[in-house]
């Protein structure tokens, strides 16, 4: 008997193996076919970063010269200057800061390269770079007025 219950034993794991063989060969194709999709999405992705990469670069590049001609002349901002400027005029930094149109504060943090000034504030200075010391003069003298 011992005989009979072994093969049939036998007999039922050959058709339960077969049985699985066939249902977990179509999980397989289909595991392996969801792996390559990754892969061609992985691939299709890097090649769009890429792409996003390269349009960005082209529009920091556009975007820099159009910035530059509405500018107008280029002007140069050293913290040095600003002082130096400063006592070639005999101003102090209120009066400094009364001429550009910022305050007392703003001139030291550009003084000592804390900050710099903005586009706007780089035209009054560079309107103040162009004056005498008359014309200072007579500058505050007409904002005190008011």
Same mark, same amino acid.
């Not at 699985?20 to 999980?27: I, K, Q």
């Not at 010269?65 to 600003?82: C, D, H, N, S, Y």
């Given at each position: 008997?011992?005989?009979?219950?072994?093969?049939?034993?036998? !007999?039922?794991?050959?058709?339960?193996?077969? $049985?699985?063989?066939? =249902?977990? /060969?179509?999980?397989?194709?289909?595991? #392996?076919?969801?792996?390559?999709?990754?892969?061609?999405l992985k691939r299709r992705i890097?090649?769009?970063?890429? $792409?996003?990469?390269?349009?960005?670069?082209?529009?920091?590049?556009?975007?820099? @010269? =159009?910035? /530059? !001609?509405?500018?107008?002349?280029?002007?140069?901002?050293?913290?040095?200057?600003?002082?130096? $400027?400063?006592?070639?005029?005999?101003? #102090?930094?209120?009066?400094? %800061?009364?001429?550009?149109?910022? %305050?007392?504060?703003?001139?030291?943090?550009? =003084?000592?390269?804390?900050?710099? @000034?903005?586009? !706007?504030q780089l035209a009054?200075?560079?309107?103040?770079?162009?004056?005498?010391?008359?014309?200072?003069?007579?500058?505050? =003298?007409?904002?005190?007025?008011?």
């Amino acid at each position: 008997m011992s005989n009979i219950a072994t093969v049939f034993k036998e !007999e039922i794991a050959r058709l339960i193996r077969r $049985q699985l063989r066939g =249902e977990t /060969e179509s999980l397989k194709k289909a595991s #392996s076919r969801y792996r390559a999709d990754i892969a061609a999405l992985k691939r299709r992705i890097d090649v769009l970063e890429k $792409q996003i990469a390269g349009l960005e670069k082209r529009a920091r590049k556009k975007a820099a @010269p =159009e910035v /530059e !001609e509405t500018a107008g002349p280029k002007l140069r901002f050293k913290p040095e200057g600003i002082r130096a $400027q400063r006592t070639r005029l005999g101003l #102090s930094a209120q009066e400094m %800061s009364r001429l550009v149109g910022v %305050s007392m504060q703003t001139i030291y943090n550009w =003084e000592t390269g804390k900050s710099r @000034p903005r586009a !706007e504030q780089l035209a009054g200075i560079a309107a103040v770079r162009k004056m005498g010391k008359r014309a200072v003069k007579a500058q505050l =003298e007409q904002t005190q007025a008011d």
